[in-house]
């Protein structure tokens, strides 16, 4: 069984993108959305896609199990996915041995930007780099889950990104 562990972050400044390694724009859906579990689809880039099953009330910690599936599957399932569509387009940042994923969104929630640091164990304690803002670890708000079944862009959408 895989375990996720990470921490998120909101992004201070733009300092970053002097360090970004990949590019990945995303497109995802919750097929289903529970307090304690989620099935997302997601579409990365034209050309792959996952399906990803989450179970778990923890605010650190929640099991996850990922499989790759067609994209003409992932645009099917999609297209009935109640609420809302996530887009955002993930860059990964290396830093003092770990990776970082800075998520800037578009669409719906164009000027949110969140940073998460995943984790190998509980215990990990990784180095914050200098553009990381407040952390947002267990707010709800800003889980992709909670991004994608109720409109809070109102609230957390305050900065437009170019």
């Keep these: ?8 972050f909101l992004v201070a400044d733009e300092s970053w993108r002097e360090e970004i390694v990949t590019r990945t724009r995303f497109r995802q859906g919750y097929i289903v959305s529970l307090d304690d579990r989620s099935v997302r689809v997601r579409i990365k880039g034209d050309d792959a896609a996952t399906l990803t ?14 499989y790759d599936i067609p994209v003409a599957d992932a645009e099917e399932l999609l297209s009935s ?5 996530i887009e955002k387009i993930r860059y ?6 770990f990776v970082w994923e800075v998520d ?9 930007v969140v940073a998460e640091v995943e984790l ?9 780099p200098a553009w990381i803002g407040e952390e947002v670890t267990g707010d709800h708000r800003y889980s992709n889950q909670h991004l994608a079944t109720d409109d809070l862009s109102t609230e957390l959408c305050y ?3 170019d």
Aim: proline content about 4%; cysteine-free.
């Design 81 to 85: 996915a109640p609420g809302f569509i």
């Design 92 to 97: 990964t940042v290396e830093h003092e041995g």
């Design 159 to 161: 900065v437009i990104q």
């Design 53 to 66: 099953i989450k179970i778990g009330v923890g605010v650190l910690v929640r099991d996850e199990y990922e």
């Design 104 to 112: 800037v969104f578009d669409g719906l929630y164009r000027g949110l």
């Design 120 to 128: 190998s164990a509980e215990t990990d304690q990784p180095a914050l």
């Design 1 to 8: 069984m895989a375990k996720e562990i990470e921490r998120k």
